[in-house]
């Protein structure tokens, strides 16, 4: 089946996150009738990672079905779910993980807090690489814990990790745990093996837990590959979790549905009974029936996809050299996250904010959000249809036109 990735979908006023909330007034607002900004010159979302791409084909048609019976009562996550998990893993990955080993927890990003509440107590340390997934720090936040900053090295264009540092923060007794953003959201790197393995080496000396996000970890461009933490040896393993989920790659986000895989049966054992203690007992039914469909059935479209946001991205870079010269835009080696580095248009963060929300009417993922490392980038959602990202662009040169005259 040839997908068409150019069909625009209108996902106004559908309860989209993306689409019916925008920045206003210094706030975000809920864009419904009521709402005069109707009225203005609509923005274009271009932030959170989500796509505007229909699921594959089988997903849709298994959802439909289920839909179809009317009933929507508790479900719960049959052997065949853990035999579709496994079976992606080992087939995409090569990572050879076990049943018994995945919990799944409504999303990722409940997943983190119940991990960080699980395995660190109040006022413990666990170490974050700025700029980074703006919800890791409420994360420290909400669990009373403390985020210590390993911030990420941004050199000719490239980001790397710092590890002379990480040795120093890794140091510290109450440092109980690292969260790994593999592939790095919002940098798009996706880290070698290597690199993965030093970073091991030195949480492993000091006893540091390694959470591993590999939300984007199926997205990843053609001259990359990507190495589950877990897989760099039974060390590693045995000391780290890894966070997985089809909804990045599927765009199931909004069925909340993911896994996290714990090999270690203490660390596992201490992780479900928080889940349990906490009321996490059932999945949503049609998070259960996508996650199969996608990860049995949705190859053939993952494929498809990869090549439209490689030819988005392709696309992206020519019109920024062509255009926008001045503003560097960091090669992402996965996620279809783009980091741009509009640091020459000597604006401070709030004017560049107004600039992008207010001129280009672009509501984009601030680069702050992700740090004070960020001030000065913005990050732009490429998984949508050439059409819009080519208006997005359009929108964008105008704007830092205005700015440089
Ligand atoms: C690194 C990372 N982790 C987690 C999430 C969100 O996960 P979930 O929707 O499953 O909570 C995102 C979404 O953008 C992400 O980029």
Redesign the pocket.
């Known amino acids: 089946m040839k997908y068409d990735f150019n069909q625009r979908i209108n996902r106004n006023r559908t309860n989209s996150f993306k689409w019916d909330f925008i920045k206003r007034n210094g706030g975000i607002e809920y864009w419904d009738e009521t709402n005069p900004a109707l009225h203005e010159k609509p923005v274009l979302p271009m932030w959170?990672?989500d796509m505007d791409f229909p699921s594959p084909q089988p997903v849709i048609e298994a959802i439909e079905a289920q839909a179809q019976t009317g009933i929507y009562g508790y479900a719960y996550t049959p052997p065949s779910y853990y035999d579709a998990v496994v079976n992606w893993m080992d087939r995409r990955h090569g990572w050879k993980i076990e049943r018994d080993w995945i919990c799944y927890t409504p999303?990722?990003?409940?997943?983190?807090h119940l991990m960080v509440a699980t395995y660190l107590k109040p006022g413990e340390k666990v170490l974050l690489q700025p700029p980074v997934?703006y919800?890791f720090y409420l994360i420290a936040e909400n669990t009373d814990t403390e985020a210590v900053l390993n911030p990420l090295i941004y050199k000719h264009g490239h980001y790397h990790m710092d590890f002379e540092d990480l040795e120093e923060k890794c140091a510290d007794p109450d440092l109980k745990a690292a969260i790994l953003?593999s592939p790095h959201?919002p940098v798009g790197r996706v880290w070698s093996a290597e690199e993965l393995r030093r970073f091991g080496e030195i949480c492993l000396k000091h006893d540091v837990l390694v959470i591993s996000?590999e939300?984007?970890g199926d997205l990843i461009f053609s001259d990359h590959s990507f190495t589950p933490f877990a897989t760099l040896g039974p060390e590693f393993a045995d000391r780290s979790i890894t966070?997985t989920?089809a909804?990045?790659t599927f765009n199931l986000?909004g069925l909340?549905t993911?896994n996290m895989v714990i090999q270690n049966d203490d660390l596992r054992e201490a992780f479900q009974t928080m889940c349990n203690r906490s009321g996490v007992f059932t999945l949503n039914m049609f998070g259960i029936l996508s996650l199969e469909a996608a990860y049995n059935h949705g190859e053939e479209w993952l494929e498809q996809l990869m090549v439209y946001l490689e030819d988005n991205y392709r696309f992206l870079e020519t019109y920024f050299k062509e255009h926008l010269p001045e503003c560097p835009v960091i090669k992402p080696e996965g996620t279809y996250l783009v980091w741009i580095d509009f640091r020459s248009l000597g604006l401070d963060k709030d004017e560049l904010e107004d600039l992008m929300m207010n001129k280009a009417r672009i509501y984009f993922d601030e680069g702050y959000i992700f740090g004070p490392e960020g001030e000065g980038f913005e990050r732009i959602n490429i998984a949508c249809p050439r059409s819009i990202l080519t208006e997005a662009l359009d929108r964008i040169k105008e704007a830092v036109r205005s700015v440089n005259i």
């Open positions: 959170v990672a999303g990722v990003v409940p997943g983190l997934y919800p953003c959201n996000d939300i984007h966070c989920a909804s990045k986000a909340q993911s």
